[in-house]
């Protein structure tokens, strides 16, 4: 009776272990967004097969290298279909504007609760019937200044990266590399979900698109043909859309101040102040 026990045990530990790398960490998001405060913070994660109950799965954020704080949140009980890609944000809104088009990347959007806190120095660590089964970061270490800060940036699993957490590589976007950008692809570090080769090359054409005059209080015009056209205020609330007619659109109903232009052609989307 006994050999049939450890028999059995070495036949089933590699289902154990299959299990738990059902979903993994992808990229760990800290935004710096007009909308300022907790609303670029996210955590990305991809299901690596089809998983019927996401609630066994957890978050816990080590803010401050206080070594961590077990798990913080709980997934939701719902269902994943393998190369589902998933978004933990607080606040998908600003997520959603910041990321424009390749917003639709994400299959599930989930709201995180307000244990999603990391600051661009804090370690983030995956949970699987309350037991750490991946990590990013270490969560006995403040990360500022070290390999893997991603404050007001990004971090992104890629089998490129320098740096490496749980037998997994990391690349970066670079501290600071969001700041004052409208939507990721206008920042210097569009994040590597969005940024295929083709965008690039689409949005460097884009580069020459020019708006005049500028200030304005009344038309604008541009040297492109441009469409879908929406404007927002300065802290990124979008305010309208606006029709084009012959590469101009009219804009004197709105007040004075500064405004930025999100609008497209047939290539890409670009951001104007």
Not at 109 to 137: C, K, M, W, Y
Not at 151 to 159: E, G, I, M, R, T
Not at 169 to 193: D, E, M, R
């Amino acid at each position: 009776m006994q050999k049939i026990y450890l028999i059995i045990i070495i036949l089933i530990s590699p289902f154990l272990i299959f299990g738990q790398n059902d979903i993994s960490l992808k990229g760990v998001i800290d935004f710096d967004l007009v909308s300022a405060g907790y609303t670029g913070k996210a955590i990305h994660l991809v299901a690596n097969t089809n998983i019927s109950d996401l609630s066994s799965y957890g978050i816990g954020v080590a803010n401050n290298a206080n070594g961590g704080d077990g798990q913080e949140y709980t997934f939701p009980a719902i269902s994943l279909s393998i190369g589902d890609q998933v978004l933990l944000a607080r606040d998908s809104t600003a997520m959603s504007n910041y990321f424009d088009n390749c917003f639709s990347y994400f299959d599930v959007i989930l709201p995180a609760s307000n244990a999603i806190s990391q600051n661009g120095n804090d370690a983030v660590e995956l949970f699987f019937n309350g037991n750490i089964i991946e990590t990013f970061g270490d969560v006995n270490v403040d990360g500022t200044g070290t390999p893997w800060e991603y404050l007001d940036s990004w971090a992104y699993k890629d089998p490129s990266g320098s740096v490496s957490f749980s037998g997994e590589n990391w690349i970066f976007g670079g501290v600071g590399c969001t700041v004052g950008s409208i939507t990721t692809q206008t920042s210097s570090c569009p994040y590597p979900l969005c940024a295929s080769q083709s965008s690039i090359n689409n949005f460097s054409i884009f580069n020459d698109t020019k708006l005049y005059p500028n200030p304005s209080s009344d038309f604008l015009f541009f040297n492109n043909n441009i469409k879908n056209v929406k404007i927002f205020d300065s802290i990124g609330k979008e305010i309208t859309n606006v029709a084009v007619f012959d590469n101009m659109i009219e804009i004197s109903g709105l007040s004075n101040g500064v405004y930025f232009l999100s609008a497209k052609n047939i290539k890409t989307t670009f951001i104007k102040k």
